[in-house]
């Protein structure tokens, strides 16, 4: 990996509170570090250095294994940016951008400004700059025209924020760049928008992380809020103990490290108890104390039968270190459900118990079934299938069972061993069972029962030591039901029953996505090496997939096949894949202007306008949820926001 241009922090335990300042101290003092301790000339062209294709890759993949489930937050900033001239960049934490976003016009002749992917904003090679200066002082800024220690970027303005993980570390930079018109302070909506985003993505990543294993709280200023929609979080285990809390928490609190307020009970810090909290189900409860001295409520932003059964939940089993590295582990992925589901075939392989697999074509039965086989103590014996669903019922029953010579006209002149009997010792692997013929199902049921088998033709039954894993995409219980599957035999192959979820529910999609890439590459004698663009990357992560990683596969050799360079983009995929449903919206919101000028309003009118943006992007921009709020109605909402020319122009 690249060694990067340090970043010179002095105060890495400084203060990371989302609330834009005036930022002049913060301006002042990064000129400072520019100038003492970065040695940087202001009327020298900086050298924009960039990372190589690898690098880029490696980071991209990194940074979309946080932002995959927040894409729809980067996607409405990317519609308000848009509507008024800005571009979006996302970095990593080392100030390198990752994925740029030109929607419009005016940021499409940004391209020119070594904004591009790969390139490095560290303030150390940069100087003053929205990127690189927010990672230095770890909190939201503007840098605006003159702002910047550079000559050469004083005609730029940026308004950038922190993305913080779960960990409470900063893994990247959220930013919103144009060219520089107007005055800073008009530079202010721009801040409060990328800030409410990176919030809302901190909130999305704290619930994802806290939520299976401990109770998550909402603080609200208001008892009527929407606990959902708050960002201000705190978890809390099943002894009212505070775990974490996330950056807006913390600021209610007026601190700036977690380590003052975790390991203190709700009740010290709120003078409430857990059951209050969790007897109001999703109500809020009022707080009998504050530590702003304002009203405060607490919501549980489960509901209570949720939390409960969260709190009663079976303990995850814990997987032996020598079987990390098997076949089935490595099928598994980093799919956490997955892997619980594989260490309780890990613990059952060895034993006189018999699996059967359900999922939806695609999803990889025989892969699975397999690697169960190649995990167990049966690895080097025969691993043998039969597709239930693609033999004639006339021809079945000699497959599964065999037949000696002379039983059939035209058949072997010796016969032939069946399937069971190939299997002897090893695995037989029997796939769709649902469309075995009923009446074989007796035959097969009294083979498992007794481990023996009789071929067709044949009076003495032979001894087989039988292992039967099964797999099927049918719903045997409905089939069950309607005659079709008989009720003994489901619970002699169901001992042990794996659910495998189709590649849409999957929790590691993008590393199966880059696994297969790895894998046709190598098979199919690619001799370049492909890399997937970010649009590309959320295109297949969104796709419903009705065939699952088998259509996957499918998609990515068709792309790789027609892709002219090394990065595939959305052109190279098969186009039913773009031909998605556009999400429905209860009504379009309109595109709101960042650039507002309130010289010319009064001190009610102003008030009333930062009231109206404030409730607009707590409602997530939704007029109608805005209007309600405000107790207004939605065509009064839509008068004001063109008196105080808040849209943007069509």
């Known amino acids: 990996m690249r060694s990067y241009p340090r970043q010179t922090n002095a105060n890495s335990e400084r203060v990371m509170v989302r609330k834009p300042s005036s930022g002049v101290s913060d301006i002042k003092t990064s000129w400072h570090r520019c100038d003492q301790v970065h040695h940087l000339d202001s009327y020298q062209l900086p050298s924009i250095d960039r990372v190589s294709g690898l690098e880029l890759k490696e980071e991209k993949e990194r940074i979309t294994e946080y932002l995959i489930d927040a894409m729809p937050l980067i996607d409405k900033l990317r519609i308000t940016a848009q509507s008024s001239g800005y571009c979006v960049l996302v970095t990593n934490d080392k100030g390198v951008v990752v ?19 790969g390139s490095i904003w560290l303030e150390s090679i940069a100087g003053t700059n929205g990127v690189g200066t927010c990672l230095e002082n770890r909190r939201p800024l503007t840098v605006f025209a003159g702002d910047h220690f550079s000559n050469s970027f004083k005609h730029l303005t940026c308004s950038a924020a922190p993305l913080i993980g779960p960990d409470r570390e900063i893994f990247g930079v959220l930013d919103v ?5 107007g005055n800073k302070r008009l530079q202010g909506f721009a801040l409060n928008t990328v800030c409410e985003t990176a919030n809302k993505v901190e909130t999305l990543l704290f619930k994802k992380k806290y939520s299976p294993e401990y109770l998550i709280f909402a603080l609200l200023s208001e008892q009527s809020r929407s606990c959902s929609e708050s960002n201000s979080l705190v978890a809390v285990d099943y002894e009212g103990v505070v775990c974490a809390a996330t950056t807006s928490a913390l600021s209610i609190f007026n601190v700036n490290q977690e380590h003052k307020i975790i390991g203190f009970s709700i009740s010290s810090l709120f003078g409430i108890e857990i059951n209050e909290v969790l007897s109001g189900n999703v109500k809020p409860v009022r707080c009998h104390g504050s530590p702003n001295g304002y009203g405060l409520w607490l919501a549980n932003v489960l509901p209570k039968d949720e939390s409960k059964a969260r709190n009663t939940k079976r303990k995850p089993l814990s997987v032996d270190n020598s079987k990390i590295n098997t076949e089935l582990m490595k099928c598994a992925g980093k799919d956490e459900k997955l892997v619980q589901k594989a260490s309780i075939c890990l613990r059952t392989i060895n034993r006189k118990i018999n699996i059967l697999l359900h999922g939806e074509t695609g999803t990889g039965k025989e892969v699975w079934a397999k690697a169960i086989h190649k995990s167990s103590d049966r690895k080097d014996k025969p691993f043998i299938t039969l597709n239930c669903a693609s033999i004639p019922e006339s021809l079945i029953e000699s497959e599964l069972f065999g037949y000696t010579s002379g039983t059939f006209t035209g058949g072997l002149k010796g016969g032939k061993v069946g399937k069971i009997l190939a299997s002897d010792g090893g695995t037989l692997f029997l796939d769709e069972i649902g469309d075995m013929p009923i009446a074989l199902q007796a035959r097969l049921l009294r083979v498992i029962a007794e481990s ?20 099927t995409h049918r719903d045997l219980k409905e089939l069950i039901s309607t005659g079709e599957f008989r009720e003994d035999l489901y619970y002699r192959i169901s001992g042990v029953n794996i659910e495998l979820p189709a590649f849409r529910e999957r929790s ?5 996505i880059n696994s297969l890439v790895a894998k046709i590459q190598i098979s199919d004698g690619f001799k370049q090496e492909f890399t997937l663009s970010q649009s590309v990357i959320r295109t297949l992560c969104d796709y419903h997939w009705p065939g699952n990683i088998r259509q996957l596969k499918s998609a990515l050799q068709y792309a790789m096949c027609v892709c002219e360079g090394s990065e595939i983009d959305l052109d190279d995929l098969p186009e039913e894949l773009l031909l998605k449903q556009a999400p429905k919206t209860n009504e379009l919101t309109p595109a709101l202007s960042l650039n507002v000028d309130h010289s010319n309003l009064s001190s009610s009118e102003a008030f009333e306008v930062n009231k109206i943006l404030e409730t607009l992007a707590e409602n997530r921009w939704i007029v109608t949820r805005a209007a309600k709020v405000l107790n207004i109605s939605r065509s009064t909402l839509h008068r004001k926001l063109k008196k105080y020319n808040l849209l943007a122009d069509e």
């Open 99 to 117: 994925e740029r976003y030109l929607d419009s016009n005016v940021a499409k002749e940004l391209c020119g400004e070594n904004l591009g992917n």
């Open 177 to 181: 760049s144009s060219f520089a018109k």
């Open 452 to 471: 023996e088998i009789t071929p067709l033709g044949q009076n003495e039954p032979v001894k087989v030591k039988l292992h039967v894993i099964c797999a």
């Open 508 to 512: 590691d999609k993008i590393e199966i």
